[in-house]
């Protein structure tokens, strides 16, 4: 069982920026492609973000595109989410996932995904 656990969230006005991160004590996490999610009050699961275990392969979600940033340091064992220009159909909670993969494949469905973590709260206001 791989434990994740995110951290970052919190509240922000329209326009601004915060970083997500999301941390395991795995000591695998290399072999882990990981991704981010989000659920809004009353919506399904949507995907964000996601990156290879390599962190050369990243891919977006059609919402986020241009403006949300994924990235990993897998010598800290962390994954990140930069958002810029927040908006409040941003406002969700933020899950991050992991899945086992040595392929240089960033992963979209949440099916695909393992592990999860418990998320963390994002508003954003106007």
């Known amino acids: 069982q791989v434990q994740l656990v995110e951290s970052g969230g919190g509240s922000v006005q329209a326009g601004g920026s915060l970083t997500l991160s999301c941390v395991t004590p795995?000591?695998?996490?290399?072999?882990?492609?990981m991704g981010w999610f989000r659920q809004a009050p009353g919506k399904e699961r949507e995907f964000v973000a996601g990156?290879?275990?390599?962190?050369?392969?990243?891919y977006y979600g059609d919402s986020v595109l241009g403006r949300f940033t994924i990235s990993r340091d897998n010598g800290k064992n962390m994954v990140y989410l930069l958002m810029n220009n927040l908006q409040s159909e941003d406002t969700a909670v933020y899950y991050c996932?992991?899945?086992?993969?040595?392929?240089?494949?960033?992963?979209?469905?949440?099916?695909?995904?393992?592990?999860w973590g418990p998320g963390t709260q994002v508003t954003v206001s106007t």
């Open positions: 795995e000591r695998t996490f290399g072999t882990y492609a």
């Open positions: 990156i290879s275990w390599t962190g050369g392969s990243t």
């Open positions: 996932a992991a899945k086992y993969s040595t392929s240089h494949v960033a992963y979209r469905r949440e099916t695909e995904y393992q592990y």
